[in-house]
């Protein structure tokens, strides 16, 4: 019972840093600050194209 439950901490452990790695890994202080996030918002604004109602997706077309 001992090993059971030492095994299903090591996976918790294991998952735990998992999360932890992908969340933090290549930010030196964690998160974005918020004028950049801001920045990037804007600027992905700026590139989506406008959208019009006599494209091919946009639904109104019987099919």
Same mark, same amino acid.
């Given at each position: =019972?001992?090993?059971? @439950? @030492?095994?299903?901490?090591?996976?918790?452990?294991?998952?735990?840093?998992?999360?932890?790695?992908? =969340?933090?890994?290549?930010?030196?202080?964690?998160? @974005?600050?918020?004028?950049?996030?801001?920045?990037?918002?804007?600027?992905?604004?700026?590139?989506?194209?406008?959208?019009?109602?006599?494209?091919?997706?946009?639904?109104?077309?019987?099919?």
């Amino acid at each position: =019972m001992t090993l059971l @439950l @030492l095994e299903a901490l090591g996976a918790l452990l294991l998952l735990i840093f998992i999360v932890w790695w992908t =969340m933090f890994s290549g930010r030196r202080k964690g998160e @974005l600050p918020e004028s950049v996030e801001a920045e990037k918002q804007a600027a992905a604004r700026q590139q989506e194209p406008p959208a019009s109602g006599d494209g091919p997706g946009d639904g109104s077309a019987p099919r």
